[in-house]
């Protein structure tokens, strides 16, 4: 069974940057898809983008669109999301999934990661 683990969240400046990780362990990624969603308190689970083995991409809310870049490492087997011009409202936890094909819906992914905090100061 595959093993999701995130890193690379924590505390940081509107404006700033992060570079969220999410390695996969026990499969390859060959065929699948991954993908990254955040979730606030209180809110739904969103997606932000989904990537797959041979690179091609989907991206979610326009909130992200010019900010956030999703890449793959298939030597490493792991998923990137680059964050750039942070906003505080971009502060949630988040999580990256694995599944048969980029889908937005979060019920179509098979394996997830623990998540990973981030938060956007003012």
């Known amino acids: 069974q595959v093993q999701l683990v995130e890193s690379g969240g924590g505390l940081v400046q509107a404006g700033g940057s992060l570079r969220l990780s999410c390695s996969a362990s026990?499969?390859?990624?060959?065929?699948?898809?991954m993908a990254w969603f955040r979730q606030a308190p209180g809110m739904e689970r969103e997606f932000i983008a989904a990537i797959t083995w041979s690179g091609g991409t989907t991206y979610g809310a326009d909130s992200v669109k010019g900010r956030f870049t999703i890449s793959i490492d298939n030597a490493a087997n792991t998923v990137y999301l680059q964050m750039n011009s942070l906003k505080p409202e971009d502060t949630a936890i988040y999580y990256c999934?694995?599944?048969?094909?980029?889908?937005?819906?979060?019920?179509?992914?098979?394996?997830w990661g623990q998540g990973t905090q981030v938060t956007v100061s003012s």
């Open positions: 999934a694995l599944g048969g094909w980029a889908s937005t819906r979060p019920n179509h992914y098979e394996s």
């Open positions: 026990g499969r390859p990624l060959r065929n699948y898809a």
